[in-house]
């Protein structure tokens, strides 16, 4: 599914073989970021709960609006879901966790979450010039490979490609 918005564009595919829908949850409108909620439904009958986001880069670093909003999400609705994924432009900035030149707020935030709700952030390579600007956040610890391939169009980002690999959970 693609989304078009005044922010941004997000792109979300799952393989054909999981049951998945889109989520009607309560967004904030914001022209700085999007948000794209999905549950996958496994054959052993879990669920993954999966977040798609763009958080912009007009947004000031201190701005935690966007991740407030995820981190409510997650405590109201995560103990209906066996697993977490969530995946997109962050935007944030970390020097200790992903390795950034500063530290936002917002950084500090993401970094927060992830200990709080025991993910995992997965993307090990700068996707924008020296920076990790896009994640992928997921509590499939060590079961997440992430490739890179070149920019599509005149992006600026490298393309994201993650594989999860689900066999214990199917």
């Not at 799952?14 to 889109?22: F, H, I, K, Q, T």
């Not at 999007?34 to 879990?46: T, V, Y």
């Not at 900035?93 to 500090?108: D, R």
């Not at 599509?152 to 994201?160: I, K, N, Q, T």
Request: aromatic share 6%; glycine share 8%; with cysteine.
């Amino acid at each position: 599914m693609i989304r078009p918005s005044a922010a941004g564009s997000l792109c979300t595919r799952r393989r054909s073989r999981l049951v998945g829908e889109y989520l009607k949850l309560h967004v904030p409108r914001c022209a700085a970021h999007e948000i794209i909620w999905a549950s996958i439904s496994l054959s052993n009958g879990g669920k993954v709960l999966r977040c798609a986001l763009y958080r912009s880069g007009s947004l000031p670093g201190d701005d935690l609006g966007v991740l407030k909003h995820i981190d409510s999400t997650l405590d109201s609705i995560c103990p209906d879901y066996s697993n977490v994924i969530l995946a997109g432009y962050f935007n944030v900035h970390n020097a200790a966790w992903l390795n950034s030149t500063k530290t936002t707020k917002a950084g500090e935030f993401a970094e927060d979450l992830c200990c709080l709700y025991d993910l995992e952030q997965h993307t090990q390579v700068p996707t924008r010039g020296q920076n990790i600007l896009d994640l992928i956040i997921s509590d499939f610890p060590g079961r997440v490979k992430v490739a890179t391939h070149s920019p599509l169009g005149a992006l600026d980002h490298v393309c994201l490609v993650s594989e999860i690999t689900t066999s214990r959970y199917l």
